[in-house]
């Protein structure tokens, strides 16, 4: 019979669906689990961003758009970047994408020959790997240790950079470890990039506001001006404006690989839904307190977490400096066995045991290629919040 494509052989469907899955089959059953699984935010659209949309629609911007987005949004992306990042890019250097995933889709296509190496320090978000290895690219993931707050060493990338490495994703603040890169050690990253001049890097800043206490952001491609044609800086509207489903991502990137994304995006959705654009636009220009109250919202929640699991016989838990999970260690609880006789080998059996005895959905680290860990989204009402953290207190008692 028909037969599927050789590039989807071995390509595994991401784990935080799974988990998804099983939570709401066991939701269901009538079990009361609190999911901690996925990574959206549970604001509303503000709406100033849907009454643009809304008008949009009733002016009749309802046509076809340009492929790689309307001048009005891509007017507010320019003065986005300039006034946050302090990066100056033309219209001809900006893309509007569906999604900040189809920046990474479209950039992939464009570029990975088969065999080529794409680096993705681990832990990382499960979809640089997946993407790459759709058109036959190799990850290689650098890890990213605890000590170290989960932070990339400038070492750790020197060590697997090669002659075959196509691309470097950065993505800081970082999905699933919250973790951010000091400058020092940005500056110390982009000084192993000279010497591989052949070497594209995506720094994905899709958490960029999402950043707690003392700490600051700053754009990849600032740090080095120098290695600005060659990096493409990605970012979005879920996450800052919490706009997960208007599906607008967007780049700014040297001219070459825009245009190159054009033709892939061109050929396979055209440009971004019309009224989703304007809703987008609007969310770039307007106020800001929104994503103050986001910050305060995660922070006062990371804390409590951070707190509750530091308390946690047999769990570590690093201080997350941005975006809205935590990332616990769960070393001490392996080689345990739950009451009902299961043994606890890995992070996966934890999650799932976690699940299914004390129904608190999480994602193991075996998904972001960084074992034994669980990510928590925080993005989840203090009172659920409060709760799976008292489960897993619970559950953690129970074990032998
Ligand atoms: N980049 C990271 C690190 C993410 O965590 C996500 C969403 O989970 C995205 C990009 C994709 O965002 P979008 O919804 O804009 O496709």
Redesign the pocket.
Known sequence: GPRLAKRLEGLPAPATIEMARRARALRAEGHNVISLAL?EPDFATPSYAVEAAHRAALAGDTKYPPVDGKPALKAAIARKFSRENGLAFEPDELIVCN????V?FNAFMATINPGDEVVVPAPY?V?YPLIARMFGGIPVHPECDEVDGFSLRPERLAAVMTSKTKWLVL?FPN?PSGALCTDEDLRGIAAVLRDYPDVWILS?E??EHLVFDNHSFRSFAAIAPDLRGRVLTMN????AYAM?GW???YAGGPRELIAAMRVVQGNATSGVCTVAQAAAAAALDGPSDMIREMVSTYARRRSMVVDTLQAVPGFTCAVPSGAFYAYPGIAACLGKTTRDGRLLRTDTDFAMALLEQAYVATVPGSAFGLSPYLRLSCATADADLKEACARIARFVETLR
């Not at 999604?99 to 189809?102: L, P």
């Not at 979005?236 to 996450?239: C, D, L, P, R, Y």
């Open positions: 990574g999604g900040g995933k189809q990474i978000w979809s993505n999905n994905d899709i958490y979005g509207v879920a996450k997960t599906r607008v991502g």
